[in-house]
């Protein structure tokens, strides 16, 4: 096997190639730091936060590859992941996880106790994550945990305690990400019914879309009403705003449960995301 093979099919285990997964996961996170403080995070925490981020996010791709390795080689969408052509060794992805996982954790010596506490239990939810999907008919839950995380991890780190209003944004952010993880499993559902994994759209079944709106709803209620308790300048709204609108968009993409356009719906949530942590700059910095 050629060398640039094996640097191409680490590059690929790690979805490099797809960022869209670790701007899912920054956005809430930064937005996280500038509500938690008042519009004044500590630099060297964010840098921190999202080197941590891109870490985690290619060790949690590593081991959902390593778990779904029986499965990936029935599905078209997967079938060429390096884990089931053998570019990469099950053995090398371990290490490379273990690797990544081990620099994650010199992150954390910058940080106090609550911090590494609280980082063992996201590591945690991240490895058990990828296994729900074949006892939990809505394994989507789990990930929505595992990625609004990073919310709880800077409230700790911040603040060193797990404050009301860390909460609230985890809920709204646990919400959101129902929603477009729902939005995914549309997109999957066949393949996930052909090699017998679940799902919140396969559990929802036809009222898939009325969750999928309602998890939308319930996150953008709570962002917004955050927004009015804590006093954040009028500009924060336009998140909120954004929000409304791109909820209909998505919802024109996937009414018709077509699987192209559902997974567009998923990734149009960076825009979602985006709007988020513009909302929540100019919401605390003006």
């Known amino acids: 096997m050629k060398y640039k093979d094996k640097i191409f099919g680490f590059y690929e285990l ?31 925490l964010i840098t921190l936060f999202v080197l941590g981020t891109l870490l985690m996010r290619s060790a949690g791709c590593i081991i959902n590859d390593y778990f779904d390795m029986e499965f ?24 490379l996880f273990f690797l990544l996982i081990m620099t994650s954790c010199c992150l954390l010596i910058c940080m106090n106790w609550l911090t590494i506490k609280v980082a063992a239990l996201g590591l945690g939810l991240a490895i ?28 700790a780190a911040e ?3 797990i404050n009301p209003i860390s909460l609230v944004l985890f809920i709204s952010c646990f919400f959101w990400i129902l929603a477009y993880d729902t939005a995914y499993a549309m997109s999957d559902k066949e393949d996930d ?15 898939v879309v009325h969750f999928f709106i309602s998890f939308h709803l319930i996150a953008l209620g709570v962002w917004s009403w955050l927004g009015y308790q804590l ?9 909120s705003l954004s929000w409304a609108f791109l909820i209909i968009y998505q919802y024109k ?21 985006f709007s988020l942590f513009i909302g929540s700059y100019l919401g605390t910095s003006l």
């Open 14 to 44: 790690i979805r490099a190639d797809k960022p869209i997964g670790t701007l899912l996961l920054l956005w809430p996170t930064l937005s996280a730091f500038l509500v938690l403080t008042e519009g004044n995070p500590d630099l060297l």
């Open 72 to 95: 990936d080689g029935s599905v078209d969408r997967t079938k060429n992941r390096p884990l089931v052509t053998g570019v990469i060794k099950p053995s090398e992805a371990l290490v």
């Open 128 to 155: 058990f994550y990828p296994l729900t999907k074949r006892f939990f008919a809505i394994p989507q839950l789990f990930l929505g945990l595992a990625f609004s995380w990073g919310i709880i991890m800077v409230s």
């Open 159 to 161: 603040l060193n305690q």
């Open 193 to 207: 019914v052909k090699v017998g994994l679940r799902s919140s759209a396969l559990t929802f079944g036809n009222r």
């Open 231 to 239: 006093n954040l300048h009028p500009l924060f709204f336009l998140s």
């Open 253 to 273: 993409l996937i009414r018709d449960y077509d699987r192209h356009r559902c997974f567009l719906a998923f990734k149009n949530n960076n825009w979602v995301g």
